[in-house]
């Protein structure tokens, strides 16, 4: 790769965070474009400064080893996440993944298997159909939930039908709205795995998403919420969502620069 499709501009294989390029796009519903993600968070990573505002750390120092993108196939949502999931569970690290559509939280939890999931999210993804399919980017947290036990926090959800709000009561997932609250609550998680769907901003902070949702976060509440990350292990994350091509690139920096604080955090 060329500095400019390496996360951070350069590569550092002595590092334990492992970023890995996902870019899936199969059951979008609104926005295109996060096939895109990847190539954009790179791109704009190469511009940022890499300290941290949060902790003061420079994560220039702790670098990223970048592995590039997992090839998929076309169409095939299933058969994508099974691909993504083999995949996961040979990466020797800390999985840094760029999406591509939230789906692939549900292939990165079964491969890494967390204690606790902490997702950021305009949405709960809980339904058990959307559009007529089971499976897509608005279920995925239900199948996982079908399958694995976990503790699940939602923070910035805002947007959500009635069977999702059941499904959170039969579960007992912590869905937050103070972002001060969620430090507490993961720090007794001894594994912590962190999506982060962009939509968890505002659209004015972050417009280039697939589903954008008014009267969301700024990225000083994102940076409190990571806190949390003090007093527990990272084992993965993801940034998700991103598309591209309905901003100007202020996601793609935003997205990159989220990653850098979470790093720093788990560093603490």
Not at 27 to 38: I, M, V
Not at 93 to 102: A, D, F, R, S, Y
Request: glycine fraction near 8%.
């Amino acid at each position: 790769m060329n500095g400019s499709l390496v996360f951070g501009g350069f590569v550092n294989e002595e590092s334990k965070y492992k970023v890995i390029g996902i870019p899936l796009e199969v059951s979008t519903t609104f926005r295109e474009g996060t096939k895109w993600a990847p190539l954009e968070i790179r791109r704009a990573s190469a511009y940022i400064e890499f300290r941290s505002s949060l902790t003061g750390l420079d994560v220039d120092e702790i670098g990223f080893h970048d592995l590039g993108d997992i090839p998929l196939v076309l169409a095939d949502l299933r058969k994508n996440l099974e691909i993504i999931e083999d995949y996961l569970k040979e990466v020797e690290g800390v999985p840094i993944i760029l999406g591509g559509e939230h789906s692939i939280t549900y292939s990165a939890v079964k491969a890494l298997e967390p204690e606790c999931l902490l997702v950021l999210d305009a949405h709960l993804d809980l339904r058990d159909e959307c559009l007529g399919q089971k499976w897509s980017h608005a279920t995925w947290l239900r199948r996982l939930l079908e399958e694995v036990e976990l503790r699940v926090i939602v923070a910035g959800a805002r947007a959500y039908v009635k069977e999702e709000v059941e499904f959170v009561k039969k579960k007992g997932i912590k869905v937050i709205t103070v972002p001060a609250m969620v430090p507490e609550l993961v720090s007794s998680c001894e594994s912590l795995y962190l999506s982060l769907d962009m939509d968890f901003f505002d659209p004015s902070v972050a417009p280039g998403v697939s589903n954008p949702e008014p009267d969301g976060y700024a990225f000083g509440d994102l940076l409190t919420l990571l806190q949390g990350l003090y007093k527990t292990e990272l084992i993965g994350m993801d940034v998700v969502e991103v598309s591209p091509p309905y901003d100007t690139g202020t996601t793609s920096v935003l997205a990159a620069r989220a990653i850098v604080e979470a790093v720093a955090a788990s560093e603490l």
